[in-house]
């Protein structure tokens, strides 16, 4: 199994909502990545989990909230959103923090939030 | 700041042709780099990586080039096919103790490949 697996695919929320993007991957790898993409620009990193530890947190406001269950598995708790934070969420995996993303980090195909 | 940058938001290649797609980056603290692949609807792929120890990385149709001293790398698909039509984005990390636990990516760059 080479993939990351994102769902849903697709989430529309409201402002006074919560809900949570999940992301699974069986590779064995020990980094795992939030990324977040806005229309015509490039993917900006959100949060990194090393061995199921938060490793940065690349000051990200708390109505987004990650999770690192266990070494497959990593959630990201939305509560209270803007419009603004509308975007492509991504999720990735690599063999762990430290490779550089040498083998390339593997990206799920995303979660396409729309906040109402 | 941009740090990792594609000039050229769009290039169109005539199918069997050769496809430049270039990148510029600025901070000397990035020592490697990668190019990544994505279609709509899908997250992005891995495509070719290179150490800053090296000035050429090669993997089937695909070359990545860098020059340092410029800070700039390019990637050349030949023959192009119209698979390859997606958008490219570069990406850098850092040394240790410096970035290295992420990626930044420039802009991306999107290639149409024409039959």
């Not at chain 1, 990593?74 to 923090?97: R, V």
């Not at chain 2, 940058?5 to 980056?25: A, F, H, M, T």
């Not at chain 2, 279609?39 to 020059?67: C, H, Q």
Request: aromatic share 12%; proline share 6%.
């Amino acid at each position: 199994d080479t993939e990351v697996t994102q769902t849903p695919k697709h989430l529309v929320m409201g402002m006074t909502n919560k809900k949570s993007l999940k992301c699974e991957q069986h590779m064995g790898h020990r980094a795992m990545y939030w990324y977040k993409q806005k229309a015509k620009k490039p993917p900006e990193l959100m949060f990194v989990y090393s061995y199921e530890k938060l490793s940065i947190n690349e000051s990200v406001p708390s109505r987004f909230s990650p999770e690192c269950p266990n070494s497959s598995l990593l959630n990201l708790h939305l509560h209270a959103l803007q419009p603004e934070d509308s975007a492509l969420y991504l999720c990735a995996s690599s063999q762990d923090k430290w490779d550089r993303g040498i083998y390339g980090y593997t990206f799920g195909s995303g979660t396409r939030l729309t906040v109402v | 700041d941009q740090q990792v940058k594609q000039n050229s938001p769009s290039l169109s290649v005539q199918e069997g042709r050769i496809s430049i797609l270039n990148c510029d980056y600025t901070n000397s603290m990035f020592d490697y780099f990668l190019w990544y692949k994505k279609y709509p609807a899908e997250g992005p792929t891995f495509l070719i990586s290179i150490s800053s120890i090296k000035d050429k990385n090669e993997d089937g149709r695909f070359t990545v080039f860098l020059n340092k001293s410029a800070k700039h790398l390019s990637l050349h698909i030949v023959p192009s096919q119209p698979g390859d039509s997606a958008v490219y984005f570069c990406a850098a990390s850092g040394r240790s103790n410096f970035g290295n636990e992420k990626l930044t990516f420039g802009t991306g760059t999107r290639l149409t490949i024409i039959p």
